[in-house]
């Protein structure tokens, strides 16, 4: 039954090409079962999250980069707050940024909507960790609540 | 000998003798024609001798009792015609326990039978002489005290509020000749116009609200010394809690007021430098990691791919990533340039022929989207600036606006110069795309902050445009409206 289940989606929002291509690329050799989304900045992002009319089109995991043009990673971690409550699944949002910078970080530990800060470029490891997690807490809803 | 005993005083006048005995008050007398000195009881008794004790005799009083040094003012004064209500004479006489002691003396002078005959009564003041010199002293010292510490006081009563009493120390600091009176506004008028108002609402403030105040104002002295002051006032109050008048001092603070001020420009002048290191850290942190990250990323793919056209995708991004790299390095070396060039001297700069280098050097860019560019400097032709930074504010601006042109419409973008007051302001305006302000804010001056979907923006112009301004002492800002166009206004001094 758990094998039938869909696989994970997964949003990636960044402006950095080269980035996302390797991080797809990384996501196809370690065989991760998700699938991809790619927006280049928040609003892009912003606009799929509010189109979205059937809860499997919503992302399980959003790997949202800090400095975008148009709308940057704080300015979307804003407006997703307020879309939450009326969200019918369990989004989990990394940062994943190449930022060193402690306000950058500290800032990211006082949103509670953001699991956890990731620094660019992601560790192989540390990818699959994360996509582990997900998937587990993905089919343990389904055990608790059904689909 | 006393008045007791040879006394001339007779009938009705008989019975006041042994009062004036009694008195602790000596008096004397003065015969000009015998020469003689007699005196009464109390004059032994105010210079403590024993009754008899000193022979009573002129000899006595003016070689022996007087002080040689007060002796040509009592001779002056007795010979002179005495005014009727002349003030008593002070002099120094000898006692017989305490030395030489102040007394002081009435004279008067009378014709009659026995000849001319001056007297007068004697008390000891010496006490009060000696508070008298005492305070003399005192005040010398305070007056030194106050010059030295360049401290004057002044007051305005609340019944008359247009006048004010100033010290003398008030005049020296305002390098007047004459203690003349002043009026409260004549006493403001001598600080600098934009400190005036500052004082005469402190002023205000405390006559009306009994608001106590210390402020720093900015004095042209009469001979045109420019000198920092302290003025500083306390309310004084009635039982009522009414403000009666206002008690201040004003004090030359200049030198210390100076260092201060010299001492702020450097903490500014810090602070700038502090930003823009700032600035570096932000782009190590965010640019150059993110570029290094991605490098270091495609390695590791490269070495896990096999395929050629696979190594080859991967190797094409590696060309772009050492691209953005030496772009940013080109970056931090601008930002340094700030640094290094604002040391450079300024020169005079002529706006429009630098504008029309920079049209014919972005000619293509121009030509190729139809502009219109208006350049009018008459109100500024030239500028005192650092050329290097000019020609890179024009620049940056006009690239701006030529980049985030509305594709609806012509372009036309105005370059201008306006003075008002002591300022110079350029402006720079277009009718392009326009930005939301609202949503960005200053932002737009941030590094590395885009904001249209423009495949060669890259954040950074406007960034080095406004530490360029900065660093000069000017400001930018910014007016826009999304689908109208853009107004740069900048101070350039």
Redesign the interface.
Known sequence: MIAERDPVNTWIVDD?S??V??LK??IG?KGINTRLSHF??GQEALNALNNANDDHVLPDIILLDI?M??MDGWEFMNEFAKLKPQMGKNITVYIM?????LNDIHRAKNISEITDYI???VK?NHLTEIFDQTIRQANENIMKYGT | MSFSEKGKLSGDDVHLTPLINDLDTGIWKYNFNTREVKWSTGFYKVLDFQLNEIECNAYTFFEHLLYHGDKPAFLNAINNRVAENAPPLQLRFLTKKNGYQWFETTIRKQDNEHGCIAYGSLVNINRYKHNDLLSAHNQVINDDAFKTARLGSWEINAQSTDTIQLSTQVYDLFDLQNQLNLSVEEFISFFEPPYRPVLQDAINLTLEHSRPFDIDLLLRSAKNNMLWLKVKAVPVINHFGKCTSVKGIVQDIDSEKRKLLKLEQSINLLTDQNRRLQNF??IV???L??HT??L???V??FE??ETSEEREE?FS?IK??SDSLDLTIEHINEIVKIQTEITKERKMVELEPMFKNICSALKNNIEAINARIEGNFTQCPEISYIPAYMESILQNLLTNSLKYSHPDRQPVIKCYTLTEGNHIYLIFEDNGLGIDLERYGDKIFGM??????NTD?K?IGLFITRNQIEALGGNIKVDSAVNIGTKFTIRLA
């Open positions: 950095d080269i980035y291509y390797g690329k990384l050799i280049i900045n400095n043009p148009i940024s190449p930022s060193l910078d620094f660019k470029p192989p | 850290a932000y942190s965010h640019n990691r993110s990250g991605n270091q990323f495609m590791n793919l896990q791919t991967i991004h772009t990533i590395y902050k885009t904001f249209h979907q923006a954040g």
